[in-house]
């Protein structure tokens, strides 16, 4: 079996809010994948291609390894910063401490 090698996925959503104990979110998009975190923070900083696309107002980088059943190893959500133009790092919201992955699995 070849190495299992994690992935860095980007999630952007519209909004946290909290509905009956559970994350709200709103709209949602996964807008890609890269093979390091560094990768991932560089382009949401910058938006990259417009990730903000006027309604996504948080993201988050999941770490997944390869392989059935993925889990994410780690993740850091963000905030958009419209003086900016970019997304910035967020202390993980409250609602999200029991949810698994965001982006697949």
Same mark, same amino acid.
């Given at each position: 079996?070849? %190495?299992?090698?994690?992935?860095?996925?980007i999630t952007c959503?519209?909004?946290?809010?909290?509905?009956?104990?559970?994350?709200?979110?709103?709209?949602?998009?996964?807008?890609?994948?890269?093979?390091?975190?560094?990768?991932?923070?560089?382009?949401?900083?910058?938006?990259?291609?417009?990730?903000?696309?006027?309604?996504?107002?948080?993201?988050?980088? %999941?770490?997944?390894?390869?392989?059935?059943?993925?889990?994410?190893?780690?993740?850091?959500?963000?905030?958009?910063?419209?003086?900016?133009?970019?997304?910035?790092?967020?202390? %993980?919201?409250?609602?999200f401490a029991h949810?698994?992955?965001?982006?697949?699995?």
């Amino acid at each position: 079996m070849s %190495e299992i090698k994690s992935v860095f996925f980007i999630t952007c959503f519209e909004k946290i809010e909290e509905k009956n104990s559970w994350p709200e979110m709103g709209a949602t998009r996964v807008m890609g994948y890269y093979e390091s975190f560094e990768d991932c923070d560089e382009s949401l900083k910058c938006n990259a291609c417009d990730m903000f696309e006027t309604c996504y107002h948080y993201a988050v980088v %999941e770490e997944i390894e390869a392989g059935l059943y993925p889990y994410r190893k780690m993740r850091q959500f963000y905030k958009y910063d419209r003086e900016k133009d970019g997304y910035f790092p967020i202390e %993980e919201p409250k609602i999200f401490a029991h949810i698994g992955n965001l982006s697949i699995g």
